[in-house]
């Protein structure tokens, strides 16, 4: 199966051809640099971060451009609220992304250009679309005339007076339209200022991609993306002053990711309820939030709230624990033989399972949905072919569980490196290597408040699991409630970390509109009906 992607451009999926065999050249919009990065640009990120693993997963060499926008009308204005200069805060913000991207686990791309860096390259464009008569110079100000633009709208797909009505654009009563953008500002009392043959300014926001994508990647490259919300006007101006310039094709594929929202409504500072990489961080560990992010598909909405979160964390969690006891089981087993291709182990079929299940998910329009159910699959694989080892296991099942976490760990990593960088501590019960016994490894949640039947109950399943009993339901029912009034007084942290010990028990829980359902997964102990 072939790799197919939607093109914005195109507005359908199209098989991913690149103009030159086995090299992809992608550009990806980075963000301006004057606050700290909040979890629609995590999404950003980490989707082009994926989109370039999984070209590499395929093949392909990828140079990967990801650019900083460090002068802006926004840029200056937080300088001047803080007392600082351009150049310190667009310095400590760089360095701010940088250390944020780098904890969530992503990787830094081929190119990282600051615009400031670009201004010549930037004028050179503009002046030829000058000497083209496409763009026109009026008190220093230069602009793009998009009427000389032919196709100006293809991206977007709409016409020009659809365009006019719903574009936010400058008003200036001395442009020729209203949807003529900036190519060149004049300078401005207190700004900073580069000269230029239409006298000192600095670039507008549209030019700067032009110019550094076309530097690293050549006049026509493979793959342009960003947010949804920069289909227009930047991307669609890029496009349109690129092609004017060059007269030659921009981008061949568009690719954009889908908005954020925060408890169904519009990020917004307005709002206030702008949520930084920071904070998320702060308070989830970077594979539960890639495992949120990645649990959309990448073009459509995703909307944040804790309940989402909280079960990501325990579907990490779920991860780290089948890894962890992956690892113990094969440290405790003797050394390995070889696998056999034709082994009969059922692990060995539900591996390549996975990796199909995986590889044609990512192929229809890197369907990251599907591609982790492929890695959930093969994680309770792994559970079923550990717990019914009977402490017997043979060297077949150990190279299997070997080879079963490494393939899982490969997959995870094309996933922005789902499974790489901190983590947070994880409660469980484990499984002893070798015996394919239960043991309590850790004491479960302890409560910040009182709850003298759920102490009762967890009792009963702590008793229940070292003396290898069945699991009693009731026990399991009254933890479950317990979780509900915890979620009901809003103690999240609590509620999490019961979730997340029943989850490590086989035991688990969905959260509907109708309330908490359970069913128990997985272990031959535990034999409970969902009451």
């Known amino acids: 199966m072939a790799l197919a992607v939607y093109n914005t451009l195109s507005q359908k999926k199209e098989v991913f051809e690149p103009l030159v065999p086995g090299e992809v050249r992608m550009y990806a919009c980075g963000p301006t640099v004057y606050d700290r990065a909040h979890i629609g640009h995590a999404r950003a990120a980490l989707t082009f971060d994926v989109v370039r693993r999984y070209l590499e997963f395929r093949g392909y060499k990828v140079l990967y451009v990801r650019n900083y926008t460090d002068v802006d009308d926004k840029i200056i204005q937080r300088a001047a609220e803080l007392g600082q200069s351009r150049e310190t805060l667009t310095e400590e913000q760089i360095e701010a992304y940088r250390q944020d991207m780098e904890i969530l686990g992503l990787r830094t791309p081929t190119e990282e250009p600051r615009a400031t860096q670009h201004i010549q390259e930037m004028i050179e464009i503009i002046r030829i679309l000058m000497a083209k008569g496409i763009a026109y ?33 400058e008003v200036d009563p001395r442009k020729r339209d209203p949807l003529d ?28 991609c032009s110019a550094m994508s076309m530097k690293y990647l050549g006049e026509t490259f493979d793959i342009h993306g960003g947010g949804a919300d920069l289909i227009f006007p930047h991307h669609e101006n890029e496009i349109a002053q690129s092609e004017c310039a060059t007269g030659k094709p921009f981008a061949r594929y568009w690719i954009h990711n889908g908005f954020v929202n925060i408890h169904a409504e519009k990020m917004s500072k307005s709002l206030g309820n702008v949520l930084t990489v920071q904070e998320l961080l702060g308070r989830t560990s970077p594979c539960a939030l890639k495992l949120f992010l990645l649990g959309t598909h990448y073009r459509a ?3 944040f709230s804790d309940d989402a979160l909280s079960s990501a964390k325990a579907a990490a969690a779920r991860f780290h624990t089948v890894l962890d006891e992956v690892q113990r089981f094969r440290d405790a087993q003797s050394p390995k033989g070889d696998l056999s291709p034709m082994d009969p182990l059922p692990l060995l079929n539900q591996i390549r399972e996975a990796e199909q299940e995986f590889t044609d998910a990512m192929d229809d329009d890197l369907n990251t949905p599907r591609a982790l159910a492929a890695l959930f699959n093969l994680t309770r694989g792994i559970n079923v072919a550990m717990r019914d080892a009977d402490g017997t296991p043979t060297k077949a099942l150990v190279n299997g569980l070997d080879l079963a976490g490494e393939t899982l760990r490969r997959l995870g990593s094309v996933l922005g490196g789902l499974f790489e960088g901190p983590r947070e501590k994880v409660e469980r019960i484990n499984i002893t290597p070798g015996t394919g016994a239960l043991t309590v490894g850790s004491s479960a949640p302890v409560l910040r408040m009182s709850g003298d039947n759920y102490y009762k109950a967890r ?18 029912k009254t933890i479950v409630e317990y979780r509900m009034q915890c979620r009901e007084t809003k103690d999240w942290e609590t509620a999490d970390a019961i979730r997340t010990w029943l989850a490590d028990l086989g035991v688990i829980v969905d959260d509907t509109a109708q309330g908490a359902r359970w069913r128990v997964e997985g272990h031959k102990l535990l034999k409970t009906q969902t009451p």
């Open 301 to 303: 909405p995703v909307d």
């Open 181 to 208: 953008f900036a190519l060149w500002k004049a300078s401005r009392p207190g700004e900073p200022a580069w000269e230029s043959p239409w006298g000192p300014g600095r670039p507008g926001w549209h030019i700067e």
């Open 137 to 169: 110079s009026i008190d220093g100000d230069v602009y793009f005339e998009v009427r000389r633009a032919p196709d100006y709208g293809k991206l977007s797909h709409r016409g020009f007076s659809e365009l006019r009505a719903g574009a936010r654009v």
């Open 459 to 476: 009792d009963a399943v702590e008793s229940a699991i070292a003396s290898e009993q069945s699991l009693p339901a009731d026990a399991i």
